[in-house]
């Protein structure tokens, strides 16, 4: 009989490629990590696992079994779901990742309305880049997460996942408004903030010779400002790289260059030093979680607040995420 705790293992080693990987994903030695898949080439009765170089590469009988695998562990999160349901009445920890702008707009209303239907509910949150939500989910770290992704940086289907819409968010170019350090000689870049520009292309391309704010590289949002600017026909010249847009919007306004930021990024009062175009393109959010863990009663639950505590400019949006 197979063991579910190493077919998980085995799953783990063909997203991330190297025993060390899972190793630390999962908080197991390399060493034991390589005995327990070894133990499992045993149930199995023959190779799963050819070495190629620091890597391990799974043998056609490997593939085939982690397909097995995913199948095998939807249907353990299904019943786990119907464990909850029978208990009735949620109580117990919930782990949320949640990248920041959402952490800050949508999570601590969705948190409110959760206490008050679901006192014995413990949320957790933990802040959580988009492009490490998978592994996290996969690992257990997490029991759902908020991701984000653009329309020029689509998000990749992920094994073992499900995602729901949650809302789409409009994008603004920011630049140094006229007449401040840093702006351009005329403002002919200006736009309605509330209307995209025609020419989103034409936007970005005005700028081509400017210094760019971009997020730190790994990030989904530093992937969307670069491809957004060559598929203008450039590639930005990058001067600061942040991952807080109240600080990258306090970069633009005293010159520091121009970015491209998101709806939630965009907060507080006007500011006269910043001047924002609305562009095209579009951020969506979904909730993640692991496949079959849909009907869990506390990731619906969690599910619902959410979409109550999304701000009604947003909402319109929600049916295109």
Same mark, same amino acid.
């Given at each position: 009989?197979?063991?579910?705790?190493?077919?998980?293992?085995?799953?783990?080693?063909?997203?991330?490629?190297?025993?060390?990987?899972?190793?630390?994903?999962?908080?197991?030695?390399?060493?034991?990590?390589?005995?327990? %898949?070894?133990?499992? *080439? $045993? #149930?199995? @009765? =023959?190779?799963?696992?050819?070495?190629? +170089?620091?890597?391990?590469? &799974?043998?056609?009988?490997?593939?085939?079994?982690?397909?097995?695998?995913?199948?095998?562990?939807?249907?353990?999160?299904?019943?786990?779901?119907?464990?909850?349901?029978?208990?009735?009445?949620?109580?117990?920890?919930?782990?949320?990742?949640?990248?920041?702008?959402?952490?800050?707009?949508?999570?601590?209303?969705?948190?409110?309305?959760?206490?008050?239907?679901?006192?014995?509910?413990?949320?957790?949150?933990?802040?959580?880049?988009?492009?490490?939500?998978?592994?996290?989910?996969?690992?257990?770290?997490?029991?759902?997460?908020?991701?984000?992704?653009?329309? %020029?940086?689509?998000? *990749? $289907? #992920?094994? @073992? =996942?499900?995602?729901?819409?949650?809302? +789409?968010?409009?994008?603004? &170019?920011?630049?140094?408004?006229?007449?401040?350090?840093?702006?351009?000689?005329?403002?002919?870049?200006?736009?309605?903030?509330?209307?995209?520009?025609?020419?989103?292309?034409?936007?970005?391309?005005?700028?081509?010779?400017?210094?760019?704010?971009?997020?730190?590289?790994?990030?989904?949002?530093?992937?969307?400002?670069?491809?957004?600017?060559?598929?203008?026909?450039?590639?930005?010249?990058?001067?600061?790289?942040?991952?807080?847009?109240?600080?990258?919007?306090?970069?633009?306004?005293?010159?520091?260059?121009?970015?491209?930021?998101?709806?939630?990024?965009?907060?507080?009062?006007?500011?006269?030093?910043?001047? =924002?175009?609305?562009?095209?393109?579009?951020?969506?959010?979904?909730?993640?979680?692991?496949?079959?863990?849909?009907?869990?009663?506390?990731?619906?639950?969690?599910?619902?607040?959410?979409?109550?505590?999304?701000?009604?400019?947003?909402?319109?949006?929600?049916?295109?995420?």
């Amino acid at each position: 009989m197979l063991d579910v705790r190493r077919l998980r293992l085995l799953r783990e080693l063909a997203r991330r490629g190297t025993i060390a990987a899972v190793a630390e994903a999962l908080s197991f030695s390399p060493s034991a990590v390589s005995q327990q %898949l070894g133990v499992l *080439e $045993r #149930e199995a @009765g =023959l190779p799963l696992l050819e070495r190629t +170089g620091r890597r391990v590469r &799974l043998t056609p009988a490997g593939q085939n079994l982690v397909r097995h695998a995913e199948a095998v562990l939807e249907r353990l999160e299904q019943a786990d779901a119907d464990l909850a349901e029978a208990r009735g009445g949620l109580a117990g920890a919930l782990r949320i990742g949640a990248f920041p702008t959402a952490s800050r707009a949508i999570v601590p209303a969705a948190l409110v309305a959760l206490a008050r239907r679901h006192p014995g509910l413990e949320p957790m949150v933990c802040e959580t880049d988009p492009a490490a939500v998978a592994h996290a989910l996969r690992a257990g770290d997490l029991d759902v997460a908020l991701v984000h992704a653009y329309d %020029l940086v689509p998000a *990749e $289907r #992920e094994p @073992g =996942l499900t995602t729901e819409p949650l809302y +789409g968010e409009a994008m603004y &170019l920011a630049e140094p408004a006229a007449g401040t350090p840093g702006s351009p000689a005329a403002p002919g870049a200006a736009g309605v903030p509330g209307a995209p520009a025609p020419d989103q292309d034409a936007v970005l391309r005005a700028h081509a010779g400017s210094p760019w704010i971009t997020a730190t590289p790994g990030t989904l949002c530093h992937a969307m400002t670069v491809r957004a600017c060559q598929a203008a026909g450039f590639t930005p010249r990058v001067r600061h790289q942040v991952d807080e847009f109240a600080t990258v919007l306090a970069l633009v306004a005293a010159g520091q260059g121009v970015a491209v930021v998101p709806q939630l990024g965009v907060t507080g009062p006007a500011d006269p030093s910043v001047h =924002l175009t609305r562009l095209v393109m579009q951020r969506r959010t979904n909730l993640a979680f692991r496949s079959g863990a849909a009907a869990h009663p506390a990731v619906a639950a969690f599910g619902a607040a959410l979409r109550a505590a999304v701000p009604p400019d947003l909402a319109g949006s929600r049916a295109e995420a």
